[in-house]
């Protein structure tokens, strides 16, 4: 294992804001990945392989000192890294994406490690990614590899057994005695009202006063449905891009990406397809209204070129600069709440761009762009 230098300066005091990361366990081999992706395939075979795809275009992206680590052969000493980096760059804790499929798992062993070893000082809590995986994901064409499902309440009760050991854990987030579960797409769940009656049920059986459920607010369709959903997470720039980014901006987004589109079906010299200003999501995220039960989201960087390659986004002139700027707006949104929880994609998504983790290119600015958004 790599040994960092870290700057042990944050001391924890003045926060006025916890900030969640979400995580990507994708940093280990598993069958299925090796069948649908080739042999010994993980997030860092996507990283390696990226290219510039422009003139100026800063791929691909190496971890601090060439530290690609495995999530299965050096869990125990990675998760001990991140969570001593979280700590002392003021990061309250993590938010694991569970891969469930009615029964069937992905990508589960980096959380299965954690749980084992609680002398990782590390805050945790989970969110179920519930959707389908399919070749779309790294730009190829659309095919269902795993098609995700929900069936029927003896499936949500082997769910909630398998989850039931981390809402025990006292690392696990909780707000008061209720474990929070964070659900990325509840729109997609028929039965949602079912399922969480069933998940508040075992809970109470179990001591907890039942569950604390986070909804996400994504790309996809907003939910409806009134009573169900305690809060939600913003998942940026995703969210934003989708339903806040003003009239007039997505109308000259979408036609460029139209004209990208055409040329790239005529032309052998392709274009990247979608390119867009950081600037501008930044500045919709900054000067939107809080609201009380929606924590707000916010993205370092991205640039998912490294998976979809021309088919990708690239968000432009990102600096961690202008990260803590708009992380500083996010706080004022956010202080004086009983739930000041501001969310941060990503830790580590290297595929997309999006991470905090140390790089070659900007060090830890990112980091301590949150150590000092969080001092101020």
């Known amino acids: 294992m790599k040994t960092f230098t870290v700057n042990k300066i944050w001391k924890g005091m003045g926060i006025k804001m916890r900030v969640i990361c979400m995580y990507l366990p994708q940093y280990h081999r598993f069958p299925e990945n090796d069948a649908w992706w080739g042999e010994g395939y993980t997030e860092w075979t996507a990283v390696k392989r990226a290219v510039p795809l422009y003139k100026g275009h800063a791929q691909p992206k190496h971890p601090y000192e060439d530290w690609y680590y495995d999530l299965e052969k050096e869990g125990v000493k ?164 989708k339903h806040d980014f003003g009239k007039l901006a997505s109308i000259e987004y979408q036609s460029k990406v139209l004209w990208r589109t055409i040329w790239n079906k005529l032309f052998p010299r392709k274009k990247l397809e979608r390119r867009i200003s950081i600037d501008t999501i930044f500045a919709r995220i900054a000067k939107r209204e809080g609201e009380e039960k929606v924590y707000p989201g916010l993205f370092p960087k991205w640039d998912n070129t490294p998976r979809r390659s021309y088919k990708g986004l690239v968000y432009e002139g990102a600096s961690p600069e202008k990260f803590l700027s708009c992380l500083k707006r996010l706080k004022e949104k956010v202080e004086g709440r009983k739930e000041d929880f501001v969310y941060i994609n990503a830790w580590n998504e290297w595929g997309e761009g999006a991470y905090l983790e140390p790089d070659k290119e900007s060090g830890f600015a990112y980091l301590e762009a949150v150590r000092c958004a969080g001092e101020d």
């Open 78 to 241: 990675t998760l001990k890294w991140q969570a001593s980096l979280a700590k002392d760059y003021g990061i309250y804790g993590f938010c694991f994406y569970h891969y469930w499929f009615c029964g069937k798992q992905l990508m589960e062993k980096p959380m299965e490690i954690l749980l084992a070893h609680p002398e990782i000082n590390l805050r945790y809590s989970i969110c179920w990614a519930n959707e389908s995986f399919t070749r779309t994901w790294y730009g190829l064409a659309d095919q269902v590899l795993m098609r995700q499902e929900y069936g029927v309440e003896k499936d949500w009760q082997r769910h909630f057994t398998y989850l039931l050991p981390f809402f025990l854990d006292k690392r696990y987030m909780k707000v008061g005695n209720r474990p929070v579960l964070h659900i990325y797409r509840t729109k997609d769940i028929k039965h949602l009202d079912k399922m969480l009656a069933c998940f508040h049920k075992l809970a109470k059986n179990n001591g907890f006063d039942g569950m604390f459920i986070v909804g996400g607010r994504t790309a996809g369709e907003e939910e409806t449905r009134e009573g169900l959903i305690d809060a939600y997470y913003t998942f940026e720039p995703g969210y934003t891009l």
